[in-house]
């Protein structure tokens, strides 16, 4: 029955695959279709404000999606989640989301500003976690291929 399920969860995760890449694909063909009419387009100014900030928000979405394929990707590779990927992914998400915002209150700027503190700081202790760490030698030597300032 194990077995089973964990074919099945294999499968589901080549589904997956398969709809984000047709997925992507077809934003990425409509972002350069935007781009084509946008800078063609006879007018005073070729992209104005909501045409540039709709183009920034296909193109923060392709990233999206590229993140979320590596996501998908690494746990099919190496069966285990890269907590840096996801919080990059939500990172990406809210950039995108600022971006996109018309006319915000103080309320939903106070959330925003609350939840990007706290995505880069668990971006931070997460990165810093998987670094490795040395303590210096006692003798105050600097440790092996560092090299001190002059």
């Known amino acids: 029955m194990r077995r089973f399920v964990e074919r099945f969860e294999h ?24 781009v084509a009419v946008g800078v063609f387009e006879v007018s005073v100014y070729r992209l104005d404000s909501e045409e540039l900030f709709g183009l920034l928000g296909y193109f923060l979405l392709v990233l999206i999606g ?16 890269h907590v840096e990927i996801i919080i990059l992914v939500a990172i990406i998400a809210i950039a995108r989301k600022v971006i996109l915002l018309d006319s915000p209150d103080a309320g939903e700027l106070i959330g925003i500003a609350l939840l990007i503190t706290a995505l880069c700081g668990g971006y931070y202790l997460v990165h810093r976690a998987g670094m490795p760490f040395s303590l210096p030698p006692d003798d105050g030597a600097a440790p092996p291929g560092r090299r001190e300032a002059p």
């Open 66 to 81: 590229l993140e979320l394929l590596a996501t998908i990707k690494a746990y099919l590779d190496k069966r285990e989640f």
């Open 11 to 34: 499968c589901v995760y080549i589904a997956l695959i398969a709809f984000l890449v047709v997925l992507l694909f077809f934003t990425l063909l409509e972002l350069g279709w935007m």
